[in-house]
């Protein structure tokens, strides 16, 4: 059974400021919970019965078998599942040397929680280690945007950092951005390493920052020249972008 | 000033039952009412003097100015916008023949209204004009539909449709699905007009509608074979296939 405090404590953590204090954060779901069991440090593992019988002994500081009717009232999402948990969070390096030799992602002010995760799941799955998001993009432990990772949380580098700052050290790396007056990206030169810019769900890339990209694209619509919607959501641009990549590796 | 009458009604709309009943539906934020206005039959147009201001001689049987926080208490969205209006829902002619001659996509049982509209805004920016939804998809008339399909609800038919009488009427149509033991979908060969399925977020595409898709498709995690996230997200993968469609085209 979970305690009142402890049901206090794990709602609490839905506000961004106290996962700061606590270094904490809520991940729920078998396969998220799955995934980051064993990398990062559990503090809390409350499950129904058949969470604890599908998983071969998971290690965390408290485990709790609690019923699906408890897991409902202690849940920060819409629609809880059999098992939440309580992690500490990362404390990933910031590692800046990393679009020297790789592909990394970019985020400039990306808002929603949920677009955030996804774009985070479809970097592990296309291989990007590090993803840069500047101070005013979503938190990544906020609880859509774990849902939303599935789990990809725990193999993908999420780090705040100033991309003025960031950008201006990589100034003689390949930084791209797409914008709706960018080049075709299909008929564009696209390098294995480097840094690609998303920008917000609404204004796009900020001004300080499309000043420091080198490379323009753009995912064109279909026929070209269509009056279509005006863009594409940011993890579905994400996406294609990232693909785009990786088909022309070797 | 909205009536306390008008606000019931509008909050009943976030049951589909009653959206069904009343063959409506409502529409938030500016950019998704504007692109409805004028295409789709406008019965209430509730807006801040702002969004009147911005938008020129729009038409509806009812128009009401309302201040933010009436917005709000009327919203069915968690961030109210400048606008929120009620429409009636389109009568789509079912066009079975559709993907003999174009592209269309065909959705088995996606849940998730978000990823439902965001894969109805990516089906506008690729010219993707029919969407055959099974009955147990998400109802595109839900308001985090609408929300997320930004307005290419306007241009994209969504017809919800068996999908098995609809395969095997097409049987002679090239039928495309994704699958994580698919082929490559950059060594496959893709036809210009067909059909691609897309399945559900946890359970991916039934074993009924699996059995009538004559071409499987993979798109390739980076670098290939390796342990990654199990799948992308629903609205993601369709994205990235599309996309290779589209590129492919003359």
Redesign the interface.
Known sequence: MLSKNKMKFIRSLELKKRRREEHAFVAEGG?TVRELLGRFHCRLLAGTPMFFSHTPAPEADEMVQVTFDELLKASLLCTPQEVLAVFDEPDWFLDEEAPRHNLCLALDGVQDP?NLG?IV??A????IGHVYASPDTADVFNPKAVQ?T???IA?VQVHYTPLDTLLDKLHDVPIYGTFLDGNNI?HEELSENGLIVMGNEGKGISRETEAKISRRLF?????PG?A??????V??AT??VC??F??R?P
């Open positions: 396969k949920g996804t799941r479809l592990d799955w296309f291989g939303a599935m789990g990809a193999r299909y995912v064109p619509n279909y026929p269509r279509t919607s005006e863009s594409l959501n993890a579905v996406a294609v693909a785009e990786r088909r590796m």
